[in-house]
């Protein structure tokens, strides 16, 4: 996990993922960013949950700015993830990328009728996959005007 | 009166007292004489008249008046004439002409003679000369019989002989009566007719010569009980005098007349029956063996539905016999469920035969599952039909069954293997599903790894790592195609859209918008005309036309390529066709491009092989067929099909 850096006011990412090499990826595309940002990394949806609603373990954690949600985890399915999300007063105005391996026009459908903020896949390209999450972490951190009580 | 009769009788008797007179004694016996005579004259039924030489009555005793119906006094000194009717008279006369000649005396045959009143009567006469003392015949005197009572039971007798022979030969068999002989008494025409022999050879024949041979027997019998018992019937052949046989039914009637006993038979030609029987029972026969050796299974059930008949298949099929199945009830015969879909089609008849609503020859069609007496259960098909009488009303229910055992299982076992074939599919489905989220992890871990690898220790690998890496990479990216292009493919038919009006000018515009590049790239011109609307899904025949025309732009030979699009009418379809100047396909690999990933050409050319194979999946489902015509270095033309069909009418 990244340290904090109490000069900058950093932001803080969640990143739902089960598999450690997107971890991984994410972490290292992530590193080059000139944003100060915090990446939390659960595993399974409820674990997702339990963090966005600072739950149990998470009670101390910081509310998300975005979320990158994957839509193939375990335990809870990231589509049910995202609608208790955009079900949920606190939480919906938080943007959720959906970041996923699935160029399956029915997921992509699906995860924007349950309001998903975007969508993207990953690509197979190493670079290319820096390049979408240093591109998603820019617009969404950096230029989409988000509300400041969004929280 | 009296005077004048005693002085007739004075004369009649005058040749006789000629001889005595004289004599007192004799006198008186003459008187005594004369007085019995008178009386005899006076007292006999049969009447005794003289008649002069021109015909008057000169005397007549009672009795001629009783005959005549006059008087004594009126019919004296008339004619005979007038009491005879005018066509009797010229033989009268000759006989009395013959007898005042001759002398000799002559019996006349009964005559017809007029009464006073005009009514006719039937007179006999004997006729005798009347002589004067000398000898000479003076008149003639005769003796007259009324026969008129006689004459009439006669003329009704033959009357009554002339009708029953009528009646007798009218008849339309034969008649006859034999004695205990067996001689032919009487016969009528048609029993001459009939067998063919003369009244004169008849004569000397016996009732059992005109019995065929073979019938003699019986015939014995026959005769022996009609003599006996009364009376008797049979069947029998008559033997013709030309030999042929005809069958008669015999009536016999003991008859005694007198002293004799004597058979009277009627017998009626029953050939024409007896071959219309033969008929009957030749056709009943017929489908009598048909029934019973038929596969189908018929049976009758009358109008309460109970069972009157069952063919043998019936019996064979479940093993239980007519009788048993006869006093079995529904659910005994069949399954439940079948049971319970034969009540309700049997209260549907019922409703509809009150109703009125079932037309003459509609049948009911059912399918039950029966129970065999060895336990199992076999499926039929039966169609129902009632039979009915001449005013329409159903009698009976004709049920004519099919052994559907084999085919309800056969269709069970598809019924299950397109089950298991469904839910293969659904598990493909969830396969590729699974594929593309799953399978590409992995993928793009070993890529991404490898090249954050080269990334990252740049500066420590040789130039042989860093081809290496780009292999490994290349892997994995066509890997991706791979899966990708599969996916598509399993799409086609579980993530279609329903069938819409599509405007193919429009989906070939989208497919050479996607194709942009390409198109550019290559220089490719394509011609088109006017292509129709079709129903189906916009999105996959969009893919259509850029899987063939990507290919044709894509498979181009020296020159640049030249693609042109058609439609045409053809039957009830739509018949498409894309015409390229590229490289052409051998025949032989016709079907092969169709096959996933099946590619003809290597790496000169890009692609994974699913363009075409997506595309037929497509024109599949949309009820059509695609196919091609080419020739290596003659260009190609793709054809496919899109059915005409209504809007929402889908797959």
């Known amino acids: 996990m990244i340290q904090q850096d109490i000069a900058v006011k950093p932001v803080d990412i969640l990143l739902v993922e089960d598999n450690p090499g997107d971890v991984r990826l994410t972490q290292e595309a ?15 949806g409820i674990e997702a949950m339990a963090f966005l609603r600072r739950e149990g373990k998470y009670a101390e954690k910081p509310p998300a700015d975005l979320v990158l949600l994957d839509l193939n985890l375990p335990k809870k399915d990231g589509r049910q993830v995202l609608a208790e999300i955009k079900g949920d007063c606190d939480l919906r105005r938080t943007p959720v990328v959906i970041v996923t391996t699935s160029k399956a026009e029915e997921d992509i459908v699906k995860t924007y009728d349950l309001h998903a903020n975007c969508y993207v896949t990953k690509p197979l390209d190493l670079d290319q996959f820096i390049m979408m999450v240093q591109s998603i972490s820019h617009f969404w951190l950096t230029i989409v005007k988000l509300p400041t009580d969004g929280r | 009166m009296r005077t004048k009769d005693e002085r007739k009788l004075k004369t009649v008797l005058g040749s006789v007292s000629a001889d005595i007179s004289g004599v007192k004694q004799l006198q008186e016996e003459l008187l005594k004489s004369e007085e019995k005579y008178r009386t005899i004259l006076e007292e006999m039924d049969e009447g005794y008249y003289e008649i002069d030489c021109k015909g008057n009555f000169t005397f007549i005793n009672e009795a001629v008046a009783r005959i005549f119906g006059g008087t004594r006094r009126e019919m004296l000194e008339m004619s005979y004439k007038q009491y005879i009717p005018q066509e009797n008279w010229s033989s009268t ?29 039937y007179r006999e006469d004997s006729i005798f000369p009347l002589r004067n003392e000398k000898g000479e015949i003076i008149g003639l005197r005769g003796i007259a019989r009324d026969v008129t009572e006689q004459k009439l039971a006669e003329e009704a007798l033959i009357k009554e002989k002339l009708y029953s022979e009528a009646v007798i030969d009218s008849l339309p068999g034969i008649f006859y009566v034999i004695d205990t002989e067996g001689r032919f008494v009487r016969y009528n025409k048609n029993a001459m007719e009939v067998v063919g022999y003369s009244a004169e050879e008849a004569q000397n024949m016996r009732a059992w010569d005109i019995i065929a041979e073979e019938d003699k027997e019986l015939m014995a019998a026959k005769l022996i009980e009609v003599f006996r018992d009364g009376a008797a019937d049979t069947e029998i052949k008559v033997v013709t005098k030309a030999g042929k046989k005809i069958p008669f039914h015999i009536t016999a009637k003991r008859v005694i007349l007198g002293d004799h006993t004597y058979m009277l038979g009627t017998g009626i030609d029953i050939s024409k029956r007896l071959a219309a029987e033969r008929a009957r029972d030749e056709s009943e026969k017929n489908y009598r063996l048909l029934a019973e050796n038929t596969t189908d299974i018929i049976s009758i059930v009358d109008k309460d539905f109970n069972l009157v008949w069952l063919s043998a298949s019936g019996e064979k099929l479940t093993g239980f016999s007519l009788e048993e199945q006869k006093y079995m009830t529904l659910d005994k015969k069949v399954t439940p469920e079948s049971a319970r879909r034969s009540l309700d089609l049997i209260k549907r008849i019922i409703r509809e035969e009150m109703e009125g609503t079932f037309p003459p020859d509609r049948h009911y069609d059912i399918q039950s599952e029966l129970y065999c007496k060895d336990g199992s259960t076999k499926w039929t098909e039966t169609k129902m039909r ?86 490994a990479v290349s892997g994995a990216k066509r890997m991706q195609n791979l899966i990708n292009d599969l996916l598509s493919y399993s799409r086609v038919g579980t993530r279609g859209k329903p069938f819409m009006p599509v405007d193919c000018s429009e ?65 009830d379809e739509w018949v498409f066709s894309v015409k390229d100047n590229g490289i052409g396909i051998d025949p032989q690999f016709f079907e092969r491009i169709f096959l996933v990933f099946q590619r003809l050409n290597g790496t000169d050319y890009p692609g994974t092989g699913i363009g075409l194979s997506i595309a037929r999946k497509v024109v599949q489902r949309h009820g059509g067929r695609m196919w091609l015509e080419s020739q290596p270095g003659q260009g190609s033309t793709f054809y496919f099909t899109v059915p005409i069909r209504e809007k929402g009418d889908n797959e």
């Open chain 2, 93 to 121: 006369v000759a006989d009395y002409t013959s007898v005042f000649q001759t002398g000799i005396p002559k019996r006349r045959r009964p005559g017809v003679s007029l009464r006073k009143d005009g009514t006719k009567t």
């Open chain 2, 386 to 471: 009632f039979i009915r009488d001449n005013q329409g009303k159903a009698v009976s229910m004709l049920m004519q069954g099919r052994d559907i055992d084999e085919r309800k299982k056969t269709e069970d076992a598809l019924q299950k293997t397109m089950e298991d074939l469904k839910r293969s599919n659904e598990e493909l489905q969830q396969f590729a599903y699974v594929a593309s989220h799953d399978l590409q992890e992995p993928l793009r871990m070993v890529s991404s790894y490898v090249q954050l690898l080269e990334k990252r220790y740049k500066d420590k690998l040789d130039p042989d790592a860093h081809d290496f890496i780009d292999y």
């Open chain 2, 507 to 571: 989906v070939l515009y989208a497919a050479t918008s996607n194709l942009e590049v390409a198109i550019r790239e290559a220089g490719a011109v394509i011609d088109h005309d006017d292509l129709p609307q079709v129903i189906g899904d916009e999105g996959q025949l969009i893919q259509v036309f850029q899987n063939v025309i990507g290919n044709a732009v894509k498979f181009h030979g020296e020159e640049p390529p030249r693609i042109c699009i058609d439609a045409k009418l053809v039957g």
């Open chain 1, 30 to 44: 992530l590193k080059d960013a000139k944003l100060k940002i915090n990446l939390h990394v659960v595993n399974d």
